[in-house]
């Protein structure tokens, strides 16, 4: 766990820098880091100076330059950076989700399947996901557990959707390991 202590707001520029750079694996530019978070331009910049200093993020120059994050950054955040994650898919209203990957399901009140939530972690953002939207996450690479489930609420900071529950499924018998 890291000793960084951050503000929300450089949270959700450092969470947007990881996620867009994931996507391309190139340098970001700070606009696309502020169309990403609703910011302005400039207050990003004056976000990556700190950011900088904290040694969270290093400058690329030139025409195809823009930031990167560092793997302190990822330490910053406790976001695992791998190289070959399993995928665990997730549908979105029904279309199936290229850019992102589950990396965490926490369940909590499964005793009460009324009142059943799932908080689904993910590599990517969680922006385009709504209040009543529907979600199906999995199966995941070992148990082969599916969640369907209904967004009622997430997190942008932490790239979480939390999800009401509708349906969970896992094959009976033994896991694959």
């Known amino acids: 766990m890291s000793s960084i202590e951050l503000t929300s707001s450089q949270k959700t520029i450092l969470t947007a820098l990881i996620n867009l750079h994931r996507e391309t694996e190139d340098a970001v ?8 978070v609703d910011r302005n331009p400039g207050t990003i910049r004056n976000q990556m100076q700190s950011l900088k200093a904290l040694q969270l993020v290093e400058g690329v120059p030139g025409p195809k330059g823009g930031y990167k994050p560092t793997a302190t950054a990822y330490e910053a955040l406790d976001v695992e950076q791998m190289d070959e994650p399993a995928v665990v898919p997730l549908e979105h209203n029904g279309e199936t989700v290229e850019d992102v990957n ?5 369940l909590s009140s499964v005793h009460h399947p009324q009142l059943c939530r799932a908080e689904i972690h993910i590599q990517g953002s969680v922006r385009d996901y709504h209040e009543g939207d529907s979600v ?8 082969k557990l599916v969640i369907e489930g209904t ?3 997430k997190d942008d900071t932490g790239n979480i959707l939390i999800l009401q529950i509708n349906e969970m499924r896992a094959p009976e018998g033994e896991p694959e390991h």
Request: aromatic share 0%.
């Open 151 to 153: 967004v009622d609420g």
């Open 102 to 106: 589950v990396v965490e399901i926490d």
């Open 29 to 36: 530019k700070g606009e696309d880091i502020a169309q990403e």
């Open 136 to 143: 199906v996450v999995g199966p995941t690479p070992l148990s």
